[in-house]
């Protein structure tokens, strides 16, 4: 599976947009790309997951450029509790995820 | 949406005792499983993938007498760390993915083993 490349903080002020991004430069045409987040002593909560075209739920929006060798993860307003660990991880249909060093998101008052 | 569930939350135990820890599927089957271990500041790595009614898939590097998984329905697989000594003393997680294909794994709330 393709390795990922994140910042590894951000910090972003409650109530504005929190943009992450991944390189996945060695991406192959089958991968999908998954963002993950853990909050301290807790297991990692799925966030969202696309392979080409860009994707928004609830929780965030995935945009995915054009060559897929990069991506961010949008959480639009963010608040107090989005603070985490966000993983993007990326994988073909093997089942397995393997997780990297993430970014440690901290969002401030 | 989908849950998975482990027991126990945490647990303390003296060192030499074996402890299981449970994961469960809640509102969907899982064929596949797997099992994570995270220590303090690290990231989650993968110890092995169990597969309902066959034999786990380990990672390199774990030691599958030590870390007996047991997968024997759709919607429970249990790992039991035998005879634990203090540097097992870990954060582990499981995850599990309802369907096949793309759809993503989603993990329990980790059970924390500190061997005394």
């Known amino acids: 599976d393709a390795k990922t490349t994140q910042p590894p903080s951000m910090d972003c002020a409650e109530g504005r947009a929190a943009n992450l991004p991944c390189n996945h430069s060695?991406?192959?045409?089958?991968?999908?790309v998954y963002w993950y987040r853990q909050i301290h002593s807790q297991g990692p909560q799925y966030i969202i997951h696309?392979?080409?075209n860009n994707e928004t739920n609830e929780m965030a929006s995935l945009i995915i450029t054009e060559d897929r060798k990069s991506s961010t993860l949008i959480l639009p307003h963010a608040t107090l509790r989005d603070t985490a660990v966000y993983y993007c991880?990326?994988?073909?249909?093997?089942?397995?995820?393997?997780f990297g060093t993430g970014t440690r998101l901290q969002v401030f008052p | 949406g989908a849950v998975v569930s482990q027991h126990p939350s945490w647990v303390i135990c003296k060192s030499g005792t074996s402890v299981k820890i449970e994961c469960r599927s809640l509102?969907?089957?899982?064929?596949?499983m797997f099992w994570y271990r995270q220590f303090p500041k690290q990231s989650l790595m993968l110890m092995a993938t169990?597969?309902?009614?066959?034999?786990?898939?380990?990672e390199q590097g774990v030691e599958k007498d030590k870390f007996l998984i047991n997968h024997a329905s759709l919607t429970l697989s249990t790992l039991t760390v035998t005879s634990a000594h203090p540097e097992d003393s870990s954060f582990y997680i499981c995850?599990?993915?309802?369907?096949?294909?793309?759809?993503?794994?989603?993990f329990g709330d980790g059970t924390r083993l500190s061997i005394l």
């Open positions: 995850s599990a993915r309802e369907g096949s294909g793309n759809q993503p794994q989603h």
């Open positions: 060695t991406i192959s045409g089958n991968e999908y």
């Open positions: 696309g392979l080409k």
């Open positions: 991880i990326v994988r073909v249909n093997t089942d397995k995820l393997i």
């Open positions: 509102d969907f089957q899982a064929t596949t």
């Open positions: 169990s597969n309902e009614g066959s034999k786990a898939t380990y």
